[in-house]
């Protein structure tokens, strides 16, 4: 539907004004047009069936935040040494918040603009561009599929990423304890049908109790493992302050891969009954960003200072085999990002079949579901089965996908969005293109060395 300009009605007159009436009377419509706007408060239409209170929307940041990525932290320091870890962890995760804070700023404006309640991570690009420059407006349903396939991009590989992390945890402490050498690929295989069965849940209200389940699982992990960290004198003048550039492109992918949760932040919002206590300060996101990153900066720090350069994908990897503790937490957190599978693979998934479950006839919305559920799972195991290392995956997951939707997305949304007006000097638009600059770095250079790593492991004189 086009919109109907103000200024243009089709009722007004047909005749001649003078120069000074037709400009005032286009001041007093644009006034009136802006006063109109500043009378819509977004937050008093919203209609939320089962609000989360300021708590609770910072539980499920918190939740989004503190998975895998946590655990990967200490191998983003062996990439990056002590010193440029913790400065450059601080660094990134201040960009993520950022770049989250105008996303969602940018969303409340649109809503406010278009006097909608709320919109979605998709929506708002697609308003965006619908409200842009004259260019850029046909591009706003591109904008918006693009979003929308991204995510489900986002979160299907970080699916795999999840069955190769579960395959390696149960795959360490089985070969152990029966002294087996069994491939990981092996595991990825028998994990394939639990993890087919937590993919087959449809209603949130259904995994709740495994995310509950999961959360204890994690608590008890990070228990195990910081008592494993800490219970030897620490060695720190073997590590470097700073590796190589060579290596920073794996340190910034696997930071971004770990802090951010883009696709969590809209719905979280939009569902909060007090929505206005998610900015500001302190507010929900600022209050969990600086929890995420003084725990991934502690962990990261004091994990590579721990374990060296033996650090693995996961932390919990390094624990001794041969501690009973040890193996329960490598089990736990296995069981944890297997029953948190469900709640990842809903988000993709309920995108996916809102856009094709009306090309399909009701009677066969049940058997759809499972026949095409079955298929993507079986894709994300072999796509898992082919690649079963967690660390390049999770740097190529980080740059490929969390680089642009977290960073460069919402660069380019709040630009259109504020155009043409940037502020003195187009302060906005210098902001902007810097942040643009480093997600294009992050997405390029930490592609080719993480695909290099992937190649490098099917050398026929690979150690791997």
Known sequence: MTEKNPDSSSDQPQYEHNLSEFNSTTILTEKQRLEDEESYHPFEHRV???????????????????????????????????????????????LCTYCVHILVKTSHDVCKKGKVPSL????????????????????????????????????????????????????????????LEWDVRIYIALVFLPVLAMGQIREL??????????????????????????????????????????????????????????????????????????????????????????????????????????????????????????????????????????????????????????????????ISQIVIRTGIILICSAVAAAVPNLEPFISLVGSLFFSTLGLLVPAIVETIFKWPNLGPLKLLLVKNVIVGVFAIFALVSGSIVSINEIVEMYRPDSEH
């Open 48 to 94: 939320v069936e089962k609000p989360f209170s300021t708590g609770g929307a910072l539980a499920h940041l918190l939740k989004s935040s503190l998975g895998t990525g946590i655990l990967a932290m200490p191998m983003a320091f062996k990439n990056a040494g002590l010193l440029f870890g913790g400065i450059g962890t601080i660094v990134v995760g201040f």
């Open 120 to 179: 979605g991570f998709a929506e708002t690009c697609e308003k965006v561009f619908e409200l842009g420059p004259r260019p850029v407006q046909r591009f706003s349903n591109a904008a918006k599929l693009f979003v929308d396939y991204a995510l489900m991009a986002t979160y299907y590989s970080a699916a795999c990423v999840y069955i190769v992390f579960i395959a390696t945890s149960f795959a360490k402490v089985i070969n152990y304890e029966l002294e």
């Open 205 to 366: 209200k259904y995994l709740v109790p495994f995310s509950a389940t999961a959360n204890v699982f994690i608590i008890v992990t990070f228990g195990v493992t910081l008592y494993f960290m800490f219970n030897v004198e620490l060695e720190f003048h073997d590590k470097p302050l700073f590796s190589s550039f060579g290596q920073l492109p794996l340190f910034f992918a696997t930071v971004i891969f770990a802090m951010e949760g883009i696709g969590v932040v809209m719905p979280v919002e939009n569902s909060m009954t007090k929505p206005q206590h998610f900015l500001g300060c302190p507010g929900v996101l600022n209050t969990a960003m600086i929890t995420v990153i003084v725990l991934y900066a502690v962990m990261g720090f004091f994990g590579y200072v721990r374990f060296g350069d033996i650090v693995e994908g996961s932390i919990t990897l390094n624990l001794p085999q041969d501690e009973p503790v040890a193996q329960v937490a490598q089990i736990l957190i296995a069981l944890a990002i297997l029953f948190t599978f469900g709640l990842q693979f809903y988000v993709p998934m309920d995108i996916l079949w809102r856009k094709i479950k009306d090309r399909i006839p009701k009677e066969k919305h049940n």
